[in-house]
């Protein structure tokens, strides 16, 4: 190769070097992502994931040996035992949310037999708990010498420690997510481009552009995650919940991030920068909005950005719907609610912007 | 009848740059006008207000009657806009970008199919309506340009550099098709920095340099401000800084300014017929060649020379040896 080949390359490098270090945006959405998938991973694979997690203990005699087990489970870190006597109540609080499972344990004085009663539409956490009565129980066998404990799983939904169950909604939420949110970006490439100048110079009002434009994102993230709830639904067999209701949420999540997308659309003026403006925001929500696992087993400050983040509030309606069939009177009314509020506010700063912007 | 545009002290300021300064000019109806000056004078800045594009940090305009500020939407009913660069949809096809624009402009459902085919025909993009813009060679995107602009017969046209960037033939297409639409009655308004396309196309011209208007008047009176000085053409085998010096040392000689691509000395000067001997002596003594010498009527270009004291190519500032001396260089 010859020198001033290598010489022209390394100036072309430089180049760039240079173009990519005066984007801030960029080279900060370069650093977020690794360091939040560091951050979320290690937390999530160091065994570190269960901590106190509440769980009821529903017991049913007073032999040795169930003494003996509520003794090991109240012993580990991983668990809060709170002793219940009303079961009908303790497995309301499971299924929403308040408990992450609830032990019964059963004696007639020679066998004893453990029913793990867990919430199904939360596979992972389910397991996690699983986990730990499973070690207090096996710990209590070796020490005995006797009959073996039993143990026995009941799930709430019935769909079991099924993680495509789990991860479906969580899917589904991202690509409306992505769809809608990548769709309203058209809009700075049109300012670029001057596409957007065509439209401009004809008597519509901003008004409509920026209607038309939320159209087109919404629909673009609804569709492309039809597509994927079909997929899941046919392949993978998900739950579908209320058809109905699910269509819904998507839709309305679609709407939530069409909005996210104007106001980004509105305060940046070059493409590059509303690209990394929505890598910075999109890429994190996929990791703390509980897509892949559960936000119960993240670290508490990084619960409590994923509660401020609405794909948190879209995975958990979606999974609500599908997985414990929920309906609109329960709990999936506060997802819908915070993605409303999300949608409105966003869509309103973001069209106030762009209408100036619109009307320079 | 209220003139098609009238300006009254148009000015646009971006932060602290003066982009356009106070312009106020009028364009009757019917009229082809045209803005003339070099890359950054101001001329798209001025049409992009025009077109309710860009707001005027001071100063309005009337377009058709109505005020750019306070009735943009009946402005744009009337105008039809074809910016420097085409900027259809170009992953959409021919026939659809003219839709969009039919329905955008309220064209009604009836009219629209039948004004598209006739755009399609007189734009001859016939046969390829239905592929992607992005298909097309330059000329051809450019008359897809002009016609989008024309779906909902537009009494006012304006028109930025019509034909930058496009081959000889496909530019003097454009230019007939122009001047077809004027004899329909349809009011063009037009900026370029050629000198060439200004004087053919246009009935008046405005000249403006640095954001301010210059000059505005027919071609005629234009060439009238030239001045009473005779333009001689010198073709020289290269540019002579000495050449160039010795004559504007005449007493005679105005300005002298190289054309890099023709290879021409202009030398303005007064009475050239009795100073032509005294340079071809000069040119001489020095043993400068001379391939040719012509006398030449005053153009555009010598108008703007005069007016502005510089050349309309702005990337040949540096040949400009009249201002290079001006400013103390020494040849």
């Known amino acids: 190769m010859r020198f001033e080949t290598l010489i022209k390359a390394v100036w072309i490098a430089e180049k760039d070097l240079r173009q990519f270090f005066q984007f801030r945006q960029r080279f900060l959405t370069t650093l977020i992502l690794p360091v939040l998938m560091l951050l979320v991973f290690s937390f999530r694979f160091q065994g570190l994931p269960l901590r106190e997690a509440p769980v009821a203990v529903f017991s049913q005699g007073n032999s040795e040996i169930q003494l003996e087990v509520i003794e090991h489970l109240d012993e580990s870190p991983a668990l809060r035992i709170t002793p219940m006597s009303n079961i009908s109540q303790a497995q309301n609080m499971l299924s929403a949310g308040n408990l992450y499972g609830v032990v019964m344990i059963s004696s007639d004085g020679v066998d004893c037999t453990i029913t793990v009663v867990l919430d199904d539409s939360n596979p992972v956490l389910a397991q996690s708990v699983y986990g730990v009565v499973e070690q207090a129980v096996k710990d209590v066998n070796e020490k005995i010498s006797r009959t073996p404990i039993r143990m026995k799983t009941n799930f709430l939904y019935g769909s079991g420690f099924n993680y495509v169950n789990f991860l479906v909604p969580g899917v589904l939420a991202t690509t409306a997510m992505f769809g809608s949110a990548f769709q309203m970006l058209t809009l700075v490439w049109e300012k670029s481009l001057g596409t957007l100048e065509r439209i401009l110079v004809t008597p519509v009002r901003p008004r409509s552009i920026i209607l038309g434009k939320t159209l087109a994102g919404c629909l673009t993230g609804f569709a492309q995650t039809i597509l994927i709830l079909l997929l899941g639904h046919l392949i993978f067999a998900a739950p579908l919940g209320s058809i109905h209701l699910v269509l819904f949420v998507i839709f309305l999540t679609s709407f939530t991030f069409t909005g996210l997308g104007v106001l980004v659309s509105g305060i940046c003026g070059d493409p590059r920068e509303a690209t990394a403006y929505n890598q910075m925001i999109n890429w994190p929500m996929v990791f703390l909005g509980g897509v892949f696992f559960p936000i119960e087993m993240m670290p508490a400050p990084l619960q409590y950005i994923s509660r401020l983040l609405p794909l948190t509030y879209a995975t958990d309606a979606l999974r609500s719907i599908m997985i414990k069939q929920a309906s609109f009177a329960t709990n999936v009314i506060m997802d819908i609610v915070v993605l409303t509020l999300y949608a409105v506010t966003t869509l309103a700063l973001g069209s106030k912007i762009l209408l100036r912007v619109l009307a320079r | 009848m209220e003139p098609a545009i009238k300006t009254y002290d148009l ?321």
Not at chain 2, 54 to 73: D, S
């Open chain 2, 11 to 331: 000015t646009k300021l971006f932060g602290k740059v003066i982009a356009v300064q106070k312009i106020n000019f009028e364009v009757d109806r019917g009229e082809i006008f045209g803005f003339l000056g070099p890359n950054g004078a101001g001329k798209t800045t001025t049409i992009r207000m025009l077109c309710c594009l860009l707001r005027p940090t001071e100063g309005t305009a009337e377009i058709g009657g109505y005020n750019v500020l306070k009735e943009p939407q009946k402005v744009k009913a009337k105008i039809g806009y074809v910016p420097e660069l085409s900027n259809m949809y170009t992953d959409l096809s021919a026939t659809y970008n003219l839709k969009l624009m039919a329905r955008l402009h309220d064209v009604p459902r009836k009219v629209r199919k039948k004004k598209i085919d006739e755009l399609l025909e007189v734009f001859e993009l016939r046969g390829r309506e239905k592929d992607r813009v992005s298909t097309f060679s330059k000329g051809m995107q450019r008359r897809l340009t002009i016609a989008a602009a024309l779906v909902h017969n537009p009494e006012i046209l304006f028109l930025d550099e019509l034909t930058t960037g496009l081959d000889v033939q496909s530019a003097r297409k454009i230019r007939d098709l122009v001047k077809q639409l004027n004899s329909q009655g349809v009011t063009v308004f037009l900026t370029t920095h050629r000198i060439e396309e200004a004087e053919e196309l246009c009935g008046r011209i405005g000249i403006i340099d640095f954001g301010k208007l210059v000059a505005l008047d027919t071609l005629q009176n234009l060439k009238k401000l030239a001045g009473e000085s005779d333009i001689l053409e010198f073709v020289v085998p290269e540019h002579s800084s000495l050449l160039a010096h010795c004559l504007s040392q005449i007493s005679s000689v105005r300005s002298v300014s190289f054309d890099q691509s023709n290879k021409v000395l202009r030398v303005h000067a007064l009475d050239a017929d009795s100073a032509l001997p005294k340079m071809f002596e000069l040119a001489i003594k020095r043993s400068i060649r001379i391939v040719s010498v012509r006398k030449m009527e005053p153009t555009l270009e010598d108008v703007f020379l005069r007016l502005t004291g510089r050349t309309l190519r702005e990337e040949e500032p540096a040949h400009n040896l009249h201002l290079l001396v001006q400013r103390g260089y020494k040849p």
